[in-house]
């Protein structure tokens, strides 16, 4: 019923910045609540950020919070990160997931949809 498609990854230096896109097709994007999560090789996926359906609250990860910001532009069906301070431990697969309820939740069980996947590597 969805699709997601991540965008945006790369390789940049410790202290850059990276902003990825996730568009969504399949349904009305304004009744998603949107997430991030990433997993780093022999690591469990976890949460980033997540922001809701159209009033904009959001929710960061502890380790992230204050360096990136979620934010969407439901007229364009589009989901951002900007990461912006990178460490290596960035360094990770990052995937958008949508939810068709209506709070935020931080576990990956809760999320009906997933992107592919980009990857993203911090370098020192």
């Known amino acids: 019923q969805v699709q997601l498609v991540e965008s945006g990854g790369g390789s940049v230096r410790a202290g850059g910045s990276l902003r990825l896109s996730c568009a969504a097709s399949g349904r009305t994007f304004s009744n998603l609540v949107m997430g991030w999560f990433r997993q780093a090789p022999g690591k469990e996926r976890e949460f980033v950020a997540a922001i809701s359906r159209s009033d904009g609250r959001v929710y960061y990860a502890d380790s992230v919070k204050g360096r990136f910001t979620i934010s969407r532009d439901n007229g364009k069906n589009t989901v951002y990160l900007q990461m912006n301070s990178l460490n290596p431990e960035a360094t990770a697969v990052y995937y958008c997931?949508?939810?068709?309820?209506?709070?935020?939740?931080?576990?990956?069980?809760?999320?009906?949809?997933w992107g592919q996947g980009t990857q993203v590597i911090v370098s020192s």
């Open positions: 997931a949508a939810d068709q309820g209506y709070l935020i939740h931080l576990s990956t069980e809760r999320y009906d949809f």
